[in-house]
């Protein structure tokens, strides 16, 4: 059986389960977005709920509701990768995204570069070294979707061109997350040595956002001799517009609050 041939086999027998994956992400986003906006959390639980043992499921379910988030995203992307360039390139291109991922957050937290000094919490799941699980999979979420809007947004501009799009699509995305991601859920925490820490990231974190952004987008080159104009899966870019959307809901609904 031929490689393409191979691909669509696979892309067949796993379009039932990605349809699945992709409607129970919807749904958790929708979650996600009345737990950000509202800030509903485990002491609301205790005052309401008064089964223990239900009371410590939700409870966990809470704890892991941004990591279980961050993955059925990021899994669902890959699904649509497989459909869209057939399987080995998706391993590749999301082994890559993971590696990348994990090395920068990685060496940050150990070095303070290239993101800055930093500490990660264990709010996206357990840890690999000082990075949560769930933290490297937001780059192949955010770099993938912002892949495929720059080919909307530019279907005729160079191979370059589009990567460079792409990385200013992750700054802005990165822009749009940061400060929630910080001071609201608290994934991560700038500066924990320093007494009289800025009231901002450091700019070297939205440098990075950008130059590896779009690096990893120019890696991402389709080895498949196709129209670029061709048909989509339309999950790598709903995936990033509803990581933003949520955002902005809750950026709302804070300023609403103040």
Not at 19 to 26: A, I
Not at 75 to 104: K, M, P, Q
Not at 108 to 125: C, E, I, K, N
């Amino acid at each position: 059986m031929s490689p393409r041939r191979a691909d669509s086999a696979v892309a067949r027998l796993l379009a039932p389960l990605a349809g699945s994956l992709w409607t129970v992400f919807v749904i958790w986003s929708g979650f996600v977005a009345v737990i950000w906006t509202t800030g509903w959390g485990e002491t609301h639980l205790a005052a309401h709920v008064r089964n223990p043992e239900l009371r410590d499921a939700l409870a966990w379910l809470l704890r892991a509701l941004d990591a279980i988030w961050l993955t059925l995203g990021a899994v669902s992307v890959y699904f649509a990768l497989v459909r869209a360039e057939g399987i080995e390139v998706a391993r590749r291109w999301s082994a890559i995204a993971l590696l990348v991922g994990l090395l920068i957050h990685g060496a940050s937290a150990r070095t303070d570069w290239p993101l800055g000094p930093v500490h990660y919490t264990s709010s996206l799941g357990m840890k690999l070294g000082p990075v949560p699980s769930a933290l490297p999979v937001l780059w192949l979420f955010i770099v993938v979707g912002a892949r495929d809007l720059a080919q909307v947004v530019l279907p005729r501009a160079s191979h370059g061109a589009t990567a460079l799009l792409a990385g200013g699509i992750a700054l802005l995305t990165d822009v749009n997350l940061e400060p929630l991601a910080w001071e609201w859920r608290v994934w991560w925490l700038w500066y924990p040595e320093g007494v009289a820490a800025p009231s901002r990231p450091p700019l070297q974190n939205y440098a990075t956002w950008l130059l590896a952004g779009a690096a990893l987008a120019y890696a991402m080159r389709s080895p498949r001799v196709l129209p670029r104009l061709r048909r989509r899966p339309f999950e790598p870019i709903a995936a990033l517009a509803i990581l933003n959307a949520v955002c902005l809901l809750t950026h709302a609904a804070l300023f609403v609050r103040r």
